[in-house]
């Protein structure tokens, strides 16, 4: 089991040992008490290596929370835990077929046959006018040519799935105004850097430098992920988002625990076309990417800027995930 102390701790809360109508009313009430096992919770599940869906999570921790009954030898954690693997299982499967209406194979297929077009500089355009090579790039590709046109007409939603190739994915950040309710902090996962700002800022310098040399490159990924929402629209598209992005890591820039710490300069000229000042957050988000397979917010591109391989950076992440555990039960003891 991952972090076995911070699901111990959560199993063992009192709440958990009282019958479900009785936690249902609890719930219902918005108790403190209640408030805090759902902040836990949440905190642990983006710890685990998969995607964490604020409105998924929410619903299945209510439920959960207000009906559970353990089975013989079985846990809450482990209950919630399985809820939530199956609930992404459940999520990718909707997704593919509602989205682009071909199952996962085929998508990959389609993104080689993509790779291929833009290697040889073959545009849609052109795919269009000249039946041989539309054949060609469908024979590689390993689809019928009727597939790959439609495919092409879906194609950033195609290339929207499965964006890190399927490893484990970063968590998926976002600050949230404090005086929202705590369904809509998890949604946001507003509190995971509500409390690693505050963290940071009880840093000295040189304790700053450090944690950017060894956090650095993973946070980079992470922030550059959201700043540009993943670079599932052109920038053109999606400047008002972004912007409001920009927005929300304003304190953390103000603050100076930003730059260089968790988001390094080096990390943004690798991804993002110059000039990169004077509003270095509007840059960030809105340039345009030097090389569009280079995403920001992919493992593998974190590979390659580390030089290390992409099995590296997912083991590197899962130390990093469990170190923010520990930062924050620090920070929470302290």
């Known amino acids: 089991m991952k972090n076995d102390k911070v699901w111990d701790k959560i199993d063992a809360s009192p709440l958990l040992q009282l019958p479900p109508e009785q ?15 759902w902040g836990d919770c949440f905190a642990a599940a983006l710890t685990l290596g998969q995607p964490v869906d604020g409105g998924d999570f929410c619903r299945i921790f209510l439920n959960a929370f207000d009906f559970w009954v353990p089975k013989p030898g079985q846990t809450f954690s482990a209950y ?32 080689n046959a993509l790779a291929y077009m833009a290697k040889n500089q073959i545009t849609e355009e052109k795919l269009c ?88 490159p993973l946070w980079s990924s992470v922030l550059l992920g959201f700043l540009r929402n993943r670079d599932v629209l052109p920038p053109a598209e999606d400047t008002p988002a972004r912007l409001a992005n920009c927005d929300d890591l304003r304190p953390l820039e103000q603050d100076n625990c930003l730059w260089d710490i968790l988001l390094l300069h080096k990390y943004v000229a690798f991804t993002v076309q110059p000039p990169y000042a004077p509003k270095a957050l509007e840059c960030a988000a809105l340039h345009a990417l030097l090389d569009p397979e280079r995403n920001p917010a992919q493992d593998k591109t974190v590979a390659e800027f580390l030089g290390v391989s992409r099995a590296a950076v997912s083991q590197r992440r899962k130390t990093w995930q469990q170190k923010l555990v520990q930062m924050k039960t620090e920070q929470e003891d302290g």
């Not at 936690?23 to 096992?37: N, P, S, V």
């Not at 609930?87 to 997704?95: G, K, M, T």
Request: aromatic share 2%; proline share 1%.
């Open 80 to 111: 919630l835990r399985s809820a939530l693997k199956h609930q992404n299982a459940h999520d990718a499967q909707q997704e593919q077929m509602a989205v682009t209406g071909f199952g996962r194979e085929t998508n990959r297929k389609i993104k």
């Open 129 to 216: 006018h000249d039946p041989e090579k539309e054949q060609l790039v469908a024979d590689i590709a390993g689809v019928g040519v009727k597939t790959l046109r439609e495919a092409l007409r879906n194609k950033r939603s195609i290339l929207s799935l499965d964006g890190t190739d399927g490893e484990e994915t970063a968590l998926e950040t976002r600050v949230a105004d404090p005086a929202q309710s705590v369904e809509e902090q998890a949604e946001q996962t507003g509190e995971l850097l509500a409390w690693l700002h505050r963290g940071i800022g009880l840093m000295n310098l040189q304790q700053k430098e450090q944690y950017g040399k060894t956090a650095g």
């Open 23 to 37: 936690r249902k009313a609890l719930h219902e009430a918005g108790d403190e008490q209640f408030r805090t096992l």
